[in-house]
């Protein structure tokens, strides 16, 4: 389904895919094409997200691990995807950054750097694990906030222009 002047771009059961364990979503940068990725690991294109080379989905008998987001890189040509136990796997001009061995099977979101290199790994519990240049800033486990529910997703803030410079005196 699509709200406001998103644009429809297709969907899975649109294309006789019976599906019941949808991951993620990503849109690519022109917000007329996203990619859909499902826990095993399989990801489809619709719109302007290109159909690009897929990462081996997960054998069914694999049990506990799973997919759980997706997300594009600044120019759409690429994507991450990211496992509840922090394995990362880069498909396009995604460039792999690195994984996250933290508490093994409650990772929940990955959060790409405006510029390609560098990604945040969140956690259910609210903490985040930058990779590549993806600076801290912190986490709700580093402030002693215990959320009342499971952390479920992320998203990235928009960088605000740089300052401008102060007048010569």
């Known amino acids: 389904f699509s709200f406001g002047d998103t644009a429809y771009?297709?969907?899975?059961?649109?294309?006789?895919v019976h599906v019941d364990d949808v991951a993620g979503i990503a849109?690519?940068?022109?917000?007329?094409?996203?990619?859909?990725?499902?826990?095993?690991?399989?990801?489809t294109g619709f719109g302007d997200a290109p159909n690009l080379a897929q990462f081996s989905p997960l054998p069914e008998a694999s049990g506990a691990i799973r997919y759980v987001a997706i997300a594009s890189t600044s120019d759409g040509q690429g994507y991450w995807a990211v496992t509840n136990f922090g394995q990362v796997f880069a498909v396009g001009d995604a460039h792999w950054l690195g994984n996250s061995s933290y508490n093994p099977s409650s990772l929940v979101s990955?959060?790409?750097?405006?510029?390609?290199?560098?990604?945040?790994?969140?956690?259910?519990?609210g903490a985040i694990f930058g990779q590549g240049n993806a600076a801290s800033y912190g986490s709700l486990p580093s402030l002693g906030i215990v959320p009342t529910f499971p952390i479920v997703g992320a998203a990235p803030t928009v960088s605000s222009p740089a300052s401008p410079a102060p007048p010569p005196t």
């Open 9 to 16: 771009e297709g969907s899975l059961p649109g294309l006789g």
């Open 27 to 43: 849109a690519t940068p022109s917000n007329t094409g996203y990619w859909v990725l499902q826990a095993n690991g399989q990801v």
């Open 110 to 125: 990955i959060v790409p750097a405006g510029n390609n290199a560098g990604y945040w790994i969140v956690g259910s519990n």
